[in-house]
């Protein structure tokens, strides 16, 4: 899977944010993980290891420390996915 736009990584990062917690409500880069949408340490470990098995490359490694908001997810995932240029 490769995402060119990065409104196509927020809304891949959402939607696999809804999938794995079952949260139906608005979901904004600058939600905690921990305190808005009840995710913690281990489960966002699992939560990059599921997105990441959703794509073409998920032996990837995250720094899931730096992690604390939709936005620090979205970047992380930035950093390791292949995008589009053109």
């Known amino acids: 899977m490769t ?20 949260y139906t409500g608005a979901i904004e880069p ?17 939560l990059v290891g599921s997105l990441l098995a959703r794509t073409s490359t998920p032996n990837r490694r995250v720094d899931v420390d730096k992690i604390a908001t939709v936005a620090d997810l979205k970047a992380a995932l930035e950093d390791v996915l292949p995008q589009d240029r053109g």
């Open 30 to 46: 600058a939600d905690d993980l921990q305190e808005d949408l009840g995710i913690d340490s281990v489960e966002v470990v699992e």
């Open 3 to 22: 995402l060119g736009v990065a409104n196509d990584l927020e809304s891949f990062v959402i939607e696999g944010l809804r999938s794995f917690t079952g």
